[in-house]
């Protein structure tokens, strides 16, 4: 056998073999572009080469059960999400109004989902200024604070994120 074919709600894709120990069969998928699901499902396996898949008794394998409801993986939830990560809102914290040159505003950004922000990451305000990451916020793992700290010559009535730098993923 080379391949089984899985399939989820979304799509459908096949796995590659790549090798057997004992009573364990290893495949590999690669994830491709679109492949956004809540979970991958084992859908059949393809014995069309006329290969076998035999026990250690020579009983040969049934490769018309239907496989669809079989868990891959122990039953864990292996979740496929593509999808770039986006801002859904940025708060600014609570300033009274204004900001002093050397005082630290922080600024929450939220997520459309739960993200691994690496450090060093960085968002470009509309003024020039740079806030940094400071870290996730408790609780919530599509938030995360950035602190600024307004330099001389950043000077604005309105404050806008305009830009993210950084490993987001």
């Known amino acids: 056998f080379r391949r089984v074919l899985f399939r989820s709600h979304l799509n459908a894709g096949a796995a590659q073999f790549i090798e ?79 900001i002093a040159k050397g005082e630290t505003l922080p600024i929450i950004v939220t997520f459309d989902g739960a993200v691994n922000i690496a450090s060093g990451a960085t968002i470009t305000l509309s003024n020039g200024g740079e806030a940094t990451l400071f870290g996730q916020v408790a609780g ?5 604070q950035f602190n600024y700290v307004p330099l001389a010559g950043e000077d604005t009535t309105q404050l806008s994120l305009v830009s993210v730098q950084g490993d987001i993923q």
Not at 42 to 54: N, P
Not at 140 to 144: I, K, L
């Open 20 to 98: 057997s120990s004992g009573s364990t069969l290893t495949f590999q998928y690669v994830v491709q572009p679109g492949d956004n699901v809540s979970n991958i499902t084992l859908g059949s396996i393809d014995l069309s080469s006329g290969a076998t898949i035999k026990d250690l008794s020579g009983n040969i394998f049934d490769s018309t059960v239907d496989l669809s409801s079989t868990p891959i993986g122990g039953g864990f939830n292996y979740p496929i999400d593509t999808l770039a990560p986006t801002i859904l809102s940025v708060s600014f914290g609570d300033h009274n109004g204004g």
């Open 140 to 144: 919530h793992p599509n938030q995360f």
